[in-house]
């Protein structure tokens, strides 16, 4: 057996894009690992390359070199970090005959049917996926008011307005966030991401929005997780909304004593709110 036999001390990563594969890549270096990336044209952070161990830039169709490579680097665990703009499912992607293969055999495109299948490939391979959230464990939100941001009773009651309603859209796989505003459904993301959601509603009902941000009642936790970083706070700030709502225990904190801060400082209430 070659020196590049299968390791648990190797972690491989499908880094997506934004901040999720950067601070996870930070973390796998305290743990000692050694990181293997697969990056995504178009998607990957261009820092990331010089932070890791061995990178590969691939195209998005690039299923078969995507297995290729972290077989070659006798790579057994993978993780999937950071997502991929939804919109460049309709763009003129060149798939290879991997690729091909598994989109005819879905009867959808929804991200979930679409990620459960490629996870399934890459097992096929002898390769395992892994949750990706299990080396980020202190960055899972907690229940509670996160940032001591006090609530008025009318955003109280938008909160227990539209949190059974985020559950069922995030049933649906439609989308994880869900903007209300005076008991009233303003928006709801679709493929646009939760940034650009947020903005939307602000321009149909300006500030004072409440957002809510939930996993799937049956998440798969090797995709998709609910993510939250800095980047959503700006946002916030910039439509005048001082209420997020995420799910406890299930939604991913990036760079969370510096997000906490943040939100503190400008006054946005961050409430962990637990799964009923």
């Known amino acids: 057996m070659n020196h590049l036999m299968m390791n648990e001390s190797i972690i491989g990563i499908v880094a997506g894009n934004g901040r999720f594969p950067v601070i996870l890549v930070e973390y796998l270096r305290k743990a000692g690992k050694k990181i293997v990336v697969a990056g995504i044209n178009g998607e990957t952070d261009t820092s990331l390359p010089e932070k890791v161990d061995r990178f590969i830039w691939l195209g998005l169709g690039e299923l078969n070199n995507l297995i ?41 495109r929804r991200a979930d049917s679409l990620l459960k299948a490629v996870i ?32 008025t009773p009318e955003e109280k009651s938008d909160i227990d307005f539209g949190w059974p309603l985020a559950r069922k859209i995030a049933e649906m796989d439609i989308g994880q966030t869900l903007v209300v505003k005076g008991k009233t459904v303003v928006a709801v993301e679709a493929m646009e991401g939760t940034d650009e959601c947020i903005r939307r509603a602000a321009k149909i009902a300006g500030s004072g ?28 700030q910039e439509v005048g909304s001082r209420v997020l ?22 006054g946005i209430a961050i409430i962990g709110k637990e799964e009923k």
Do not use: C, W
């Open 209 to 236: 929005l409440v957002v809510i941000k939930v996993a799937r009642p049956k998440q798969d936790l090797r995709f998709d997780l609910p993510v939250v970083g800095l980047r959503t706070i700006a946002v916030l």
């Open 120 to 151: 399934k490939e890459i097992e096929s391979a002898g390769l395992k996926v892994l949750p990706s959230n299990i080396y980020l464990k202190d960055l899972l939100s907690t229940s509670g008011n996160l940032t001591a941001v006090s609530l």
């Open 68 to 108: 290729k490579f972290f077989q070659a680097e006798g790579v057994k665990n993978i993780i999937m970090a950071g997502q991929v703009k939804h919109h460049r499912l309709f763009e003129n992607i060149k798939f290879d005959f991997r690729a091909l293969k598994l989109l005819t055999s879905l009867l959808d």
């Open 245 to 266: 709502v995420v799910e406890a225990a299930r939604t991913l904190l990036l760079d969370k004593p510096e997000l906490l801060n943040r939100a503190k400082q400008s």
